[in-house]
């Protein structure tokens, strides 16, 4: 059984008794990429069918290699492979020693044995067999064993050879991605579950009603089947189970008792949330023909699991499917097929529950999920993502394992990186309910054959390094106590140090507010949030506190042209000033907004005072009383004086000068006047009283 339906890779089915052309035209064609038109497709596939005509005549010949192909055509890779392996070195014509070499690549390929897919397909190149696909394959393989660089020349040698195919280009961006992904890794932690693997292949990992239980593919000696699998060479698979213990000891892997496995393949298992029906995939093969694959489906009847029903979903039975996975309502089947009607390979599809074991007409999930490549093991999880895997998207090697999700209203799919994927097969991943951790399969180095690998992903580490300035001068500010509140509860205390600064550890998803204190300052109040993090980050703060006794400037305050009406942008500053009342709970206030001289003195007086109301209006629209609020007037009255901070951002003003109209008029750049004139038109406060009884508002009210 095939990891694309069963063991990964290990039988991907070939139409049985194709020719040896026929076989190669349907290669191309079937992964011909989506950017490449039809015309384009059909000249390219008829250029590699044509080399690889040329090079048939002699080699036709030869009755040795002809069995060998026979076998492959038929799916029988390890039997194809030992006749080609043992018949090698005889072989003296150097075209039918490339073509031999080639398909014992193509044996190791379909096996997933890269190691030697790679030394037997570089032997075809060397041996200028006319395929190009050799070349091609080479790359794959060097990749499938993590050889980026080599596998990039590759993929440059055969963009050289068929530069209309886009698999060269496709591949060395896949090199270059997957080194930085290396480099780079997301936070899942994974390990292989040595404790569940045998030597033979152990993939398609589901959890039973819980942690507790998992269900598993495997290969291994104690399979019901006593026969080889003729196709592989391994055992037939059959589903085996495993429960933990208090101690978080795994049993010993065994067959699930009842009427599910038979000699023959069963595996890809699902478990419903009530842990009462478990779906399967079920493979016969006999006499080395494969009869496909069917989804089946058992009832648990006093511990054991009742016989079988066929899930049927094709009227043609030719149509192979497997990989069944519900929908978290249970509503939905997902499975894989190679359904011709689909966009290639094999694809994932859908239908909808009509009865108890009746099913709609099955739904092809499309380009949003499907490709010219395979598509395989889809799982649904219940915070409406969905997992498949494959090897139609590019990716670090074989196949890869993709998330799709929705997004602002947009359907995305991402690939799930290092190290939950790898250089080589990477597929079937189960999530258990917490989303942080579950298991997949893969055959990635530290593997014997198919493993199954647990992952975790663990919390995000987010800290923050704050610092406290005096907002006037911007001086550190040493020794202020620092206090953190949190929307999840934790609060917690620190202290300026003498660079002042100070720091946090913090959680994700949860948004944190700081307040500072210190005599003689007015408090200060700094937001931070760690929500929609995805990554271990260090977060940086600036918390300003003023002197008590300095006028206040807010800064961005701004209003519409000769009136008095507050622009949206200026309600961030004022929300920032509800805040500073907020935790400052004791204090009364004095608004007051200036202008510039341009305009009557009457008229400017009238507007500032204007202008101030609609400050404490806002203010006591977002809670805070009346009466700790007044507002004034300043007209033209109170030109500003510059700060160490407006003499640092604007060079041709100095520290302390006063931009009073006698200042403005002598300065020869009107738009030096014009940002004077701006300077001027502010709006601050001012503490009146520090013995305002009132208490505060908590945070997050």
Not at 202 to 213: I, K, N, Q, W
Not at 619 to 643: A, F, H, T, Y
Not at 669 to 676: P, T
Request: glycine share 8%; hydrophobic share 35%; aromatic share 10%.
């Amino acid at each position: 059984m095939s990891k694309l339906f069963f063991s990964i890779k290990k039988v991907k089915k070939i139409f049985v008794k194709q020719k040896k052309t026929q076989y190669l035209l349907f290669e191309i064609l079937r992964q011909r990429s989506k950017k490449v038109d039809e015309m384009r497709s059909i000249i390219l596939a008829v250029a590699i069918s044509a080399a690889t005509i040329a090079a048939m005549p002699s080699q036709a010949q030869n009755k040795k290699v002809d069995k060998a192909l026979t076998y492959f055509n038929s799916g029988e890779y390890t039997k194809c492979q030992e006749l080609l392996v043992k018949y090698f070195p005889k072989i003296k014509d150097k075209p039918t020693k490339g073509q031999a070499a080639f398909y014992i690549g193509e044996c190791s390929r379909n096996l997933s044995d890269a190691r030697n897919a790679e030394r037997w397909y570089r032997k075809a190149v060397q041996a200028k067999y006319s395929n190009p696909l050799a070349t091609l394959y080479l790359a794959d393989a060097l990749k499938m064993k993590g050889n980026y660089e080599d596998a990039s020349i590759q993929y440059s040698n055969y963009h050289d050879l068929v530069p209309e195919d886009p698999r060269g280009e496709q591949g060395i961006k896949d090199c270059e991605t997957s080194i930085k992904w290396i480099n780079n890794p997301t936070r899942y932690v994974v390990w292989n579950a040595r404790w569940l693997n045998d030597k033979e292949s152990d993939y398609a990992p589901c959890f039973g009603t819980d942690s507790t239980e998992i269900y598993f593919t495997s290969a291994r000696e104690a399979s019901i089947g006593s026969v080889k699998n003729a196709n592989s060479g391994t055992n037939y698979t059959d589903i085996f189970y495993s429960v933990k213990d208090k101690k978080g000891k795994w049993s010993v892997p065994v067959p699930v008792d009842g009427a599910v496995n038979t000699p023959f393949d069963e595996g890809s298992p699902f478990i419903t949330s009530d842990g009462n029906t478990m779906f399967f995939t079920s493979c016969k093969n006999i006499k080395g023909q494969s009869l496909g694959c069917r989804i089946f489906f058992s009832q648990l009847e006093e511990g054991k699991w009742g016989n079988p029903e066929e899930v049927v979903l094709f009227r043609d039975s030719s149509i192979s499917v497997g990989h069944p996975c519900l929908s978290p309502d249970g509503k939905t089947l997902y499975f894989s097929s190679d359904n011709p009607a689909g966009l290639g390979g094999r694809d994932i599809w859908k239908s909808k529950r009509e009865g108890k074991n009746s099913w709609s007409t099955p739904e092809n999930l499309g380009a949003q999920v499907n490709t010219k490549g395979n598509e395989v093991f889809p799982f649904a999880s219940d915070d409406g993502s969905f997992y498949f895997s494959s090897d139609g998207r590019g990716g670090m090697g074989g196949l890869d394992i993709f998330r799709q999700f929705t997004k602002d209203g947009k359907n995305q799919v991402v690939n799930m990186k290092y190290p939950i994927n790898s250089s080589a097969d990477d597929y079937g991943i189960h999530f258990f309910k917490t989303y942080k951790r579950g298991f997949f399969s893969s055959n990635r180095e530290g593997s014997r054959s198919d493993d199954i690998w647990g992952f975790f992903l663990p919390p995000i580490q987010v800290s923050i390094e704050g610092i406290v300035k005096n907002e006037e001068n911007m001086i550190a500010i040493e020794g202020a106590k620092v206090s953190m509140t949190s929307t999840n509860g934790t609060q917690l205390e620190g202290k300026s140090n003498g660079a002042g600064k100070f720091n946090f550890q913090l959680s994700e998803n949860n948004d944190y507010m700081f307040i500072t204190e210190k005599a003689g300052y007015l408090k200060g109040v700094g937001k931070e949030t760690t929500r929609g993090l995805t990554d271990n980050t260090t977060l940086h703060i600036e918390i300003l506190m003023t002197p008590l006794l300095n006028v206040i400037e807010l800064e961005n305050i701004e209003y519409d042209f000769n009136k008095a009406t507050l622009r949206e942008e200026s309600k961030v500053s004022l929300d920032l000033l509800v805040d500073i009342l907020n935790v400052n709970n004791t204090i009364t206030i004095e608004l007051r907004a200036n202008t510039d001289f341009r305009g009557s003195d009457e008229a400017n007086m009238e507007l500032s005072q204007a202008r101030a109301q609609s400050v404490v209006d806002y203010l006591i629209l977002k809670g805070i009383s009346p009466d700790r609020l007044q507002s004034k007037g300043m007209g033209e009255s109170n030109p500003i004086k510059v700060s160490k901070k407006n003499a640092e951002k604007y060079p041709f003003l100095k520290e302390g000068d006063v931009l009073d109209e006698a200042f403005i008029n002598k300065l020869e750049n009107n738009q030096d006047k014009e940002i004077c004139h701006q300077l001027n038109r502010r709006t601050e406060f001012v503490v009146l009283r520090t013995d305002y009884k009132e208490s505060g508002i908590p945070f997050g009210e």
